[in-house]
T-cell receptor, first 118, second 114 residues
């Protein structure tokens, strides 16, 4: 149980275009989902926290107009990188917390999406 | 400001021996700590956790020790196996009243050799 999927797993886009990444909890309902990014050989940095049906909370330094997050249902959150630039190239990982129980602190992670902007 | 630090970027251990991965933190508000294992191009996988009210938690080959006064935790893997080779992240959390966010360390790459 507690499976989180991401789509796509890998995407290449041209500078200036927008890219949407989906995060789905497959076998549980997630009221809260988190979006992280990881640069090579660095830590996972939290970008934003999204709660179903409400606006996302962004971490300091993360541009909310550039990284649009929509948590439309209890099983789906999307991250849209708008007007992507090469410096946005990174590994984006989502995680979800099980609404139905389990440890409150525990998050289940998706497999990640590698974005390359050319 | 790196609130969670893993000062050893890499560690090499022989199969069958003990692997000890260390983690230090600065924020005394943290009250829950987790260890994750991560392979390249994959999401982290939860390994083991510990609440700040405990000083040890054991699960099979994995044991996490917490020293609150030193703001230090460690993950022991005994015996180490080649399949344990991965990057290990420690993470810390505290409940803010509306959410609990994870703050990750920079990771330690463990290589278990034959």
């Amino acid at each position: 149980g507690a499976v989180v999927s991401q789509h796509p797993s890998w995407v290449i886009c041209k500078s200036g275009t927008s890219v949407k990444i989906e995060c789905r909890s497959l076998d549980f309902q997630a009221t809260t989902m988190f979006w992280y990014r990881q640069f090579p050989k660095q830590s996972l940095m939290l970008m934003a926290t999204s709660n179903e049906g409400s606006k996302a909370t962004y971490e300091q330094g993360v541009e909310k107009d550039k990284f649009l997050i929509n948590h439309a249902s209890l099983t789906l959150s999307t991250l849209t990188v708008t007007s992507a630039h090469p410096e946005d190239s990174s590994f984006y990982i989502c995680s979800a917390r099980d609404r139905g129980g389990g440890d409150y602190y525990e998050q289940y992670f998706g497999p990640g999406t590698r974005l390359t902007v050319t | 400001d790196q609130q969670v630090k893993q000062n050893s970027p890499s560690l090499s251990v022989q199969e069958g021996r003990i692997s000890i991965l260390n983690c230090d933190y600065t924020n005394s508000m943290f009250d829950y700590f987790l260890w994750y294992k991560k392979y390249p191009a994959e999401g982290p996988t939860f390994l083991i956790s510990i609440s700040s009210i405990k000083d040890k938690n054991e699960d099979g080959r994995f044991t996490v020790f917490l020293n609150k006064s030193a703001k230090h935790l460690s993950l022991h893997i005994v015996p180490s196996q080649p399949g344990d080779s991965a990057v290990y992240f420690c993470a810390a959390s505290f409940f803010t009243g509306t959410a609990s966010k994870l703050t990750f360390g920079t990771g330690t790459r463990l290589q278990v050799t034959l």
